[in-house]
């Protein structure tokens, strides 16, 4: 059998001159698998900065903190948040932190408590309800130093992100969970939601 007869040189530089087509074609069809691999992997937990802020930490475009200023807040805006939730009472700051944020067009929520006491099932649900709800986020959660925002975090993950309490918990910790009371009431009402179920 004779032997197929060796490429000429046009045939070779007709195939050098599609191999730049033929990489680029390659690359933008795999485009469309890097892209849902990249948006696939779940958001992890890191601190970050926002100005002066107090313990910032963020979970993907998620924002938790202590109190931001008015600048801050303008900052976090251009990062993608909505929606602001303070945990802090309006007697705990001087200023008008919703007019603030009404001015940069954001939704504003203020759902104090102080007291572990005060820290009420109410609180809580509202809280899981606007951190669940695609329209209002991304969500910045805020007190003045993130130990009330730990507490909400741990419901918001258990119940919406559905992670185990274990993992939960150090979560919270890590955002600034200080106060075991807290802590107590935020599990208790997890359980009987689960409960419910």
């Known amino acids: 059998m004779p032997a197929p007869p060796a490429p000429s040189t046009m045939d070779r530089a007709m195939l050098f001159s599609r191999l730049p087509a033929i990489c680029v ?14 948006a696939d992997k779940p ?3 890191a601190k970050t900065e926002l100005g002066a802020t107090r313990n910032v930490h963020s979970f993907g ?3 938790l903190c202590g109190q ?3 600048a801050e807040f303008a900052e976090a805006k251009k990062r993608g948040i909505k929606t602001v939730i303070t945990l802090r009472e309006k007697s705990e700051i001087d200023w008008d932190e919703a007019a603030a944020l009404e001015q940069l067009g954001l ?3 203020q759902l104090g408590f102080r007291a572990p006491d005060s820290l009420t099932p109410a609180i809580i649900e509202k809280t899981v309800t606007i951190m669940g709800d695609p329209k209002r986020t991304p969500v910045m959660l805020h007190c003045a130093s993130a130990n009330r925002v730990g507490a909400l975090w741990l ?14 918990r150090k979560e919270a910790k890590t955002v600034g969970l200080r106060t075991p009371a807290y802590e107590e009431r935020v599990l208790s009402y997890i359980k009987q939601k689960q409960a419910a179920k």
């Open 107 to 109: 939704n504003f929520y």
């Open 43 to 45: 958001p992890k937990l």
């Open 61 to 63: 475009k998620t924002m």
């Open 155 to 168: 419901a918001h993950r258990v119940l919406n992100d559905k992670i185990d309490i274990e993992t939960a």
């Open 25 to 38: 074609t390659a690359l933008f069809l795999s485009l469309p698998i890097m892209t849902t691999q990249a």
């Open 68 to 70: 931001p200023t008015a």
